[in-house]
């Protein structure tokens, strides 16, 4: 149990913050990543209610997407490390494959595999990504202008959107980073 004197007990209706976390709250995202605490644990470990840890789950909305972020970031290492590993796997494989040949090694291996027709990548072309930037400049809703692409009936970049949108990426690259 921990000492009550350091739990605080924040009332979501008349605690309003514009922006940024608290060092709780920072910490109480940090334990939830790390997966390896109840939401009791962790709120005693940050110093608050555990009522407060699940009004912060549920309607903080700064709370709320600064853990879904870092989650989004986390799921990308993890795919970032699975497809590593997927290589060094197949590197394996190859060379035993080599090693040992067999026939039904070769088939359990085509059964278990999935050619994509694409690459995962994005945009490999300059051109591109700058038409991309200016068609979503377009005043056009997400779903309006997909259909637009799908049926093929969508305007082609004009110099003008063109010369805006190289304009933008310019002054966004010029930016002082403000964490150096």
Do not use: C
Request: charge should be neutral; aromatic fraction near 6%; charged fraction near 35%.
């Amino acid at each position: 149990m921990s000492d009550p004197a350091r739990k605080t007990s924040v009332d979501i209706r008349t605690y309003r913050r514009h922006a940024g976390l608290t060092n709780q709250q920072e910490a109480a995202i940090l334990e939830l990543l790390r997966g390896q605490h109840t939401d009791r644990e962790i709120a005693d470990l940050v110093g608050v209610d555990r009522i407060t840890l699940y009004k912060w789950k549920t309607r903080d909305p700064w709370f709320i997407t600064e853990l879904n972020r870092r989650r989004d970031q986390l799921w990308q290492y993890e795919l970032d490390r699975l497809r590593s590993l997927g290589r060094a796997a197949l590197d394996f494989l190859a060379q035993e494959f080599v090693e040992h040949p067999s026939t039904s090694t070769a088939l359990a291996i085509l059964r278990h595999v999935s050619i994509p027709t694409s690459s995962p990548s994005g945009p490999t072309d300059v051109e591109a990504i700058i038409n991309e930037r200016a068609i979503g400049n377009r005043k056009l809703g997400e779903g309006r202008r997909r259909l637009l692409e799908k049926r093929g009936v969508l305007e082609p970049v004009t110099p003008e959107e063109r010369y805006r949108a190289i304009r933008e990426i310019e002054t966004e690259l010029d930016q002082e980073d403000p964490n150096p």
